[in-house]
């Protein structure tokens, strides 16, 4: 594919509209990404037909956005990537659809992404990081819906090393923070309010510390968080206190789960975070201390490309057309679409 060669992507996986369009040299022409958190926060999370509905009547007007910030007409483009799975199914659908429709009103190549693997592939995304990331690594995805520890062998090449046995971090920090009486999201609200509090004054358990393999498991400590709120007088400084404990708990189980990872994929080039969690700054530095300590580099992409966005969709499907990877018209949404059942260059 040429270098100037220019994709579409689109991403309606969750609860982000977004649209973006790249060249094939990692430039971006153009991003969108419109948050639905006024129309989830009364509800306390995500409602799946409220997302849908939001997608339908937003992707359309975002799509026609970026295009003409990209200066593009739709048959100037040398494809269209749409997330197609994993995620909630209306929402794959709206915007897989509508991606489709692009593709054959001007005859383009269409590519199903794997929600997972434009996370996995961000990180070599040129002008992202300094050094270019290189194939092995390790990524440590930690958002509201997974959290994996992955070895990146090439595109489409992954093999899952670890995951959560109940919750994902992402769903730990928004369930802690709603005992916490923060708003949804909670992950930010807990961060700002950790920040205030002692850490060492409430003993909160780290599970699987320790333990062999990579596994999470984060419902313990949720509870553990709701058994010392009960306890405690639930003043201020007990609040921010527990903030504290739960996010220090959080950064060294992380830290030790990723040295475990690392041990499991001696060959990797880098530790790489990705997800909405990887915006938190205590997890940034736990990481940044284990890969410190084996003399790897850290490479955490902006917050803006961490979380759920469209120009990582643009990028994964630039990556798959480059290898001639393309997906038929008839390609079905897929809810559940585990890394290790893509089809590999
Ligand atoms: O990757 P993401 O935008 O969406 C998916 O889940 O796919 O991640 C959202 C998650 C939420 O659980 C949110 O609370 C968490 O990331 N999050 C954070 C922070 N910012 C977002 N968790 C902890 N600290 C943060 N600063
Ligand atoms: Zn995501």
């Given at each position: 594919m040429d270098q100037g060669a220019a994709v579409l992507g689109l991403e309606s996986s969750c609860d982000e509209t977004a649209a973006a369009v790249l060249r094939a040299?990692?430039?971006?022409?153009a991003e969108a990404v419109l948050s639905q958190l006024a129309e989830h926060s009364p509800y306390g999370g995500v409602v799946p037909e409220i997302a849908a509905r939001a997608h339908l009547d937003h992707l359309p007007r975002l799509v026609a956005q970026v295009m003409a910030e990209a200066g593009l007409a739709y048959r100037d483009l040398a494809g269209v990537a749409a997330t197609a799975g994993p995620g909630l199914i209306g929402g794959l659908i709206v915007g897989s659809s509508l991606g489709k429709g692009i593709a054959l009103a001007h005859g383009l190549p269409f590519v199903a992404v794997n929600h997972l693997e434009a996370h996995a592939l961000t990180a070599t995304l040129p002008g992202i990081v300094a050094e270019p990331v290189a194939f092995p690594y390790l990524l440590l995805l930690l958002s509201g819906g997974h959290c994996q520890c992955v070895a990146v062998e090439g595109v489409g090449r992954y093999r899952r090393l670890g995951t959560t046995l109940d919750d994902a971090v992402g769903e730990a920090f928004d369930k802690s923070a709603k005992l916490l009486g923060l708003p949804w999201p909670g992950g930010p609200a807990l961060e700002r309010l950790a920040a205030t509090g002692d850490a060492a004054r409430v003993p909160l358990p780290r599970p699987l510390l320790g333990r062999a393999g990579c596994d999470f498991s984060w419902s313990g400590l949720k509870t553990a968080v709701a058994h010392a709120l009960a306890r405690s007088a639930g003043t201020d400084r007990d609040r921010a206190d527990i903030a504290a404990a739960f996010q220090a708990s959080v950064a060294v189980v992380l830290a030790d789960r990723a040295r475990h990872a690392l041990d499991m994929l001696p060959a990797t080039t880098a530790l790489v975070v990705a997800g909405g969690v990887a915006a938190n700054q205590g997890v940034r530095a736990a990481l940044a201390g284990v890969a410190a300590e084996r003399g790897l580099p850290l490479v955490a992409p902006p917050v803006r490309l961490c979380t759920d966005n469209a120009v990582m969709v643009a990028w994964a499907g630039i990556e798959r057309l480059r290898l001639g990877l393309t997906d038929a018209l008839g390609h079905a949404p897929r809810p559940r679409w585990p890394l290790e059942g893509m089809a590999a260059a």
């Amino acid at each position: 594919m040429d270098q100037g060669a220019a994709v579409l992507g689109l991403e309606s996986s969750c609860d982000e509209t977004a649209a973006a369009v790249l060249r094939a040299d990692g430039s971006i022409l153009a991003e969108a990404v419109l948050s639905q958190l006024a129309e989830h926060s009364p509800y306390g999370g995500v409602v799946p037909e409220i997302a849908a509905r939001a997608h339908l009547d937003h992707l359309p007007r975002l799509v026609a956005q970026v295009m003409a910030e990209a200066g593009l007409a739709y048959r100037d483009l040398a494809g269209v990537a749409a997330t197609a799975g994993p995620g909630l199914i209306g929402g794959l659908i709206v915007g897989s659809s509508l991606g489709k429709g692009i593709a054959l009103a001007h005859g383009l190549p269409f590519v199903a992404v794997n929600h997972l693997e434009a996370h996995a592939l961000t990180a070599t995304l040129p002008g992202i990081v300094a050094e270019p990331v290189a194939f092995p690594y390790l990524l440590l995805l930690l958002s509201g819906g997974h959290c994996q520890c992955v070895a990146v062998e090439g595109v489409g090449r992954y093999r899952r090393l670890g995951t959560t046995l109940d919750d994902a971090v992402g769903e730990a920090f928004d369930k802690s923070a709603k005992l916490l009486g923060l708003p949804w999201p909670g992950g930010p609200a807990l961060e700002r309010l950790a920040a205030t509090g002692d850490a060492a004054r409430v003993p909160l358990p780290r599970p699987l510390l320790g333990r062999a393999g990579c596994d999470f498991s984060w419902s313990g400590l949720k509870t553990a968080v709701a058994h010392a709120l009960a306890r405690s007088a639930g003043t201020d400084r007990d609040r921010a206190d527990i903030a504290a404990a739960f996010q220090a708990s959080v950064a060294v189980v992380l830290a030790d789960r990723a040295r475990h990872a690392l041990d499991m994929l001696p060959a990797t080039t880098a530790l790489v975070v990705a997800g909405g969690v990887a915006a938190n700054q205590g997890v940034r530095a736990a990481l940044a201390g284990v890969a410190a300590e084996r003399g790897l580099p850290l490479v955490a992409p902006p917050v803006r490309l961490c979380t759920d966005n469209a120009v990582m969709v643009a990028w994964a499907g630039i990556e798959r057309l480059r290898l001639g990877l393309t997906d038929a018209l008839g390609h079905a949404p897929r809810p559940r679409w585990p890394l290790e059942g893509m089809a590999a260059a």
